[in-house]
């Protein structure tokens, strides 16, 4: 298990629904707490979020500094983490296989 406790992600979760229309959420956060379940992570900027927990979801960080789309920017950033969320169980039945996560 990956030691995550405080550590600074940047997410992004991509929203899929039956129709495959996509959305992208993508956030910094900080690692609240975690278990081999779930990652509870305080997003910049307010709220939170519950990610799945799993090694292959959290890949190192290599950049130096990373900058969303909206002009937030972090150099802090520990890990990324990529994930596919369907709308539904017909949008996975339909898209799963072929999106899966990293």
Do not use: C
Request: proline fraction near 3%; avoid cysteine.
């Amino acid at each position: 298990m990956i030691d995550l406790h405080n550590k600074v992600l940047l997410v992004s979760l991509r929203h899929i629904d039956e129709s495959e229309n996509i959305k992208f959420d993508t956030f910094f956060g900080v690692v609240n707490t975690f278990n081999d379940n779930t990652v509870v992570v305080d997003k910049v900027g307010g709220g939170q979020v519950d990610l799945p927990y799993g090694d292959n979801y959290f890949e190192p960080a290599t950049g130096e500094w990373y900058e969303l789309k909206n002009g937030d920017w972090s150099d802090e950033v520990d890990f990324i983490v990529h994930l596919d969320v369907f709308a539904n169980d017909l949008a996975y039945e339909k898209y799963g296989v072929k999106t899966p996560n990293k």
